[in-house]
């Protein structure tokens, strides 16, 4: 499985971005696909994941402004970003759970200036 995520950048706060997760498998092969942050000196952190059947679950610090749709013809997972706060700058990876596995694309740097 090869997951290939891009979208990242430079923005504004109070800005939109929208990052992108192709995976080389069907997105139903897969437990759940997600997105996960990493900023300077902090944890990996779950920013959105969504399951096969569709359920989404959010980070409390993103709920509201942030969604992943998914395009499942194309195999692609999305994170829509709304509303960014500098805080949410970081590196983005997109992930995929299969059974007990977890594969990961490389990251995606996301800098929101203020």
């Known amino acids: 499985v090869q997951l290939q995520a891009s979208g990242g950048g430079l923005v504004q706060a109070g800005g939109s971005l929208r990052l992108s997760c192709a995976s080389s498998?069907?997105?139903?092969?897969?437990?759940?696909m997600g997105w996960h942050r990493q900023a300077p000196g902090k944890q990996r952190e779950l920013v959105a994941g969504?399951?096969?059947?569709?359920?989404?679950n959010y980070a409390d610090s993103v709920k509201g402004r942030f969604t992943i749709p998914r395009d499942n013809a194309k195999n692609t997972v999305f994170l829509q970003m709304n509303s960014l706060k500098p805080e949410d700058t970081a590196v983005y990876y997109c992930?995929?759970?299969?059974?007990?596995?977890?594969?990961w694309g490389q990251g995606t740097l996301v800098t929101v200036s203020s």
């Open positions: 992930a995929a759970q299969m059974g007990a596995v977890t594969f």
């Open positions: 969504v399951s096969s059947g569709g359920s989404t």
């Open positions: 498998v069907s997105i139903f092969s897969m437990n759940a």
